[in-house]
């Protein structure tokens, strides 16, 4: 397989695992906004950091972090084993998801929250409104979370090993 195939093959992948842990995070989601905390969707979060990304309640608050952590607990654990082949020290990978996905997790909530001020202030609400901007707000960090995956967080020992033999060359 030539170079621009292996590559097309593993965005292809990258697209399946995210896909696959959307799924399930966006399932995990809906069932417990819808259930679970349901009750705590009336009472109000306080702190002002989480007001700014669009977390107004507390039942949202678990829900988001819940669902939240398992999509990206999955998506990182098929990213690492099927897509990248990643061999690189697995306590380095999850230091730097960890980084990333807080940045996503804030860059998300923040343009969710603009999408749902905008949605709100257009007279769309309700599950199929909350749920279209899920999805789209889980569609927009593949603009960061791909070359963050592949670039950085699931290298592989021999691309390491050959960059260092190429600009770390002792005389």
């Known amino acids: 397989m030539d170079r621009q195939t292996c590559g097309t093959v593993e965005?292809?992948?990258?697209?399946?695992?995210?896909?696959?842990?959307?799924?399930?995070?966006l399932a995990v989601h809906m069932l417990l906004l819808n259930t679970a905390f349901a009750a705590l969707a009336a009472?109000?979060?306080t702190a002002h950091f989480l007001n700014l990304i669009g977390i107004t309640s507390k039942g949202y608050l678990y829900t988001y972090m819940i669902s939240t952590?398992?999509?990206y607990t999955i998506a990182f654990i098929l990213n690492r084993k099927i897509t990248f082949k990643?061999?690189?020290?697995?306590?380095?990978?999850?230091?730097?998801y960890a980084v990333m996905v807080l940045f996503t997790v804030f860059a998300n909530?923040?343009?969710?929250?603009?999408m749902t001020t905008w949605a709100r202030e257009n007279g769309w609400t309700g599950n199929l409104c909350d749920m279209v901007i899920k999805v789209i707000g889980m569609l927009i960090p593949m603009l960061w979370t791909y070359p963050c995956n592949r670039f950085l967080i699931h290298q592989k020992r021999k691309d390491c090993e050959l960059f260092h033999k190429k600009y770390n060359k002792r005389s």
């Open 109 to 114: 909530g923040w343009i969710g929250s603009a």
């Open 86 to 96: 990643a061999d690189a020290n697995p306590a380095v990978s999850m230091a730097l």
């Open 43 to 45: 009472e109000p979060v």
């Open 69 to 71: 952590t398992v999509g």
């Open 11 to 25: 965005v292809m992948k990258f697209l399946l695992a995210g896909g696959g842990s959307n799924v399930v995070e």
